[in-house]
């Protein structure tokens, strides 16, 4: 690409957590960029102030700024007093975006959706993006990301605005003022030994970092889908059903999508697995006919991202032959999609906590950390009754309460989702592990606090 070719970006909620590391990362490799917010925290870029929710002051903003591609990552944060902020945010001001950007000729939205809009308090096991919506949204926010996303997913092609939608669970990383902050209260008030369930409920969480280029991948792929008649999709109809056929797969994409992604090895670290095509050899009386070519496929430079052996589909796979033409959507393609982004490594969601906990204890004397404590597991039906009983207790007294079924669900809950979609199309590969990413994060708050 060109440096005339080249988008100019704004992105929308630049001075929250999301939106800064997007734009250090749009900075890092000299692009155009510009910050439309309520605040400006950051001075090394152009800056629009303004209101998500007033269609007007973001039309300006894209016009002053001459952006081509906007990234719209602007939401309240969790846990708000007054939950009818976030339809106004996530609903009313993802509406003013899309029509700004249609007025103002805009190619390309991004937008920052959530993992949670198909969370309905049940476990989520392996989930991808064909799943729809819960008829009951598990709580106000995920609702209003829900309504938000599909706006824009029915704004594609409208006006030549190209849009797409990313669903990142569990953001954490440098910068997180939301997770860290009551896990370093809980660090503080001494209740790290305290767990809520059996501990054995997987859960996703995402480095912000590698959330950031996930937009970029987005918005680089964001292009025009096939218009030609033979590469259109068709509609056949009879007097009983209507069948989406898409495009017919070229032969290179089918062999990719029918060879195995690699293991994700961000802190794993990467291993070789043997195969029957490429293995060492052991010890044999007659070694098999073609044992050279084994070993040195197996010794061979070789790209870790590379889909590697072959795969069998079942049709109930979101990749199988089937299940690609009669998809609403090509969802080969990144136009008018949604995809979940995560580090692709799920973990108990209290080693998870645990981990973040032993990296803000320093050792004392004796070798041994404050959060090294004995467990105190609490059953999940207990702890909805307390969560009941504090809510209870907090509206009596007129507080907020810190201890709320919500919370117990939440811990609860196995939430882990499907990322082959989001490898296989935009090419994401998580750069920075669980391990390292925390490692970065407790740095950057000690750092931010003055904490030793």
Not at 227 to 234: C, G, H, K, L
Request: with cysteine.
């Amino acid at each position: 690409m060109s440096q005339q070719q080249k988008d100019v970006y704004l992105v929308i909620g630049g001075s929250g957590f999301v939106g800064r590391h997007i734009v250090d990362q749009l900075i890092a490799r000299g692009d155009i960029v510009s910050v439309f917010d309520i605040v400006q925290r950051h001075h090394d870029v152009p800056f629009y102030s303004g209101d998500i929710t007033d269609e007007q002051q973001v039309l300006n903003a894209i016009r002053k700024s001459g952006t081509t591609c906007i990234i719209h990552t602007a939401s309240p944060p969790h846990g708000a007093k007054d939950p009818s902020i976030y339809h106004k945010v996530n609903v009313d001001g993802t509406r003013a975006v899309i029509d700004a950007a249609v007025s103002a000729g805009v190619t390309k939205l991004v937008y920052t959706s959530s993992a949670g809009v198909v969370f309905d308090g049940d476990d989520v096991i392996n989930l991808d993006e064909r799943a729809p919506y819960p008829e009951k949204p598990f709580d106000a926010y995920n609702d209003s990301k829900a309504k938000g996303e599909a706006l824009i997913l029915e704004a594609n092609g409208k006006g030549g605005l190209l849009t797409v939608a990313l669903r990142p669970a569990g953001i954490f990383g440098p910068g997180d003022r939301q997770m860290m902050v009551g896990l370093f209260q809980a660090y503080q008030r001494g209740q790290t030994h305290f767990q809520v369930g059996d501990n054995n409920n997987l859960f996703d969480y995402t480095y912000v970092g590698n959330l950031a280029q996930a937009h970029l991948l987005a918005a680089d792929k964001l292009v025009p889908p096939p218009t030609t008649a033979s590469d259109a999709a068709s509609i056949k109809t009879d007097s009983s059903e209507a069948t989406l056929v898409n495009p017919p797969i070229d032969p290179a994409t089918h062999a990719s999508l029918n060879r195995a992604l690699p293991p994700i090895s961000a802190t794993t670290g990467f291993r070789r697995v043997p195969t029957c095509e490429a293995r060492p050899l052991g010890p044999y009386v007659t070694p098999p006919p073609n044992a050279s070519a084994m070993e040195a496929a197996y010794n061979a430079p070789h790209d870790p991202h590379a889909p590697k052996h072959p795969i069998l589909r079942s049709r109930f796979d979101q990749f199988a032959d089937n299940a690609l033409a009669l998809a609403p959507s090509n969802p080969l393609q990144v136009a008018g999609q949604v995809f979940f982004i995560t580090n692709g490594e799920p973990v108990y969601f209290w080693d998870f906590m645990r981990y973040i906990w032993l990296a803000l204890d320093p050792p004392t004397e004796e070798g041994k950390k404050r959060a090294q404590k004995g467990t105190w597991v609490i059953p999940r039906t207990f702890g909805m009754v307390l969560g009941f009983l504090a809510e209870c207790w907090a509206g009596l007294i007129g507080k907020e309460a810190g201890f709320t079924r919500y919370r117990v669900g939440y811990s609860c809950a196995t939430r882990y989702h499907n990322i082959e979609k989001a490898r296989r199309v935009l090419g994401y590969e998580p750069e920075v592990g669980l391990e390292e990413g925390v490692k970065k994060m407790v740095e950057w708050f000690k750092a931010e606090n003055g904490l030793s």
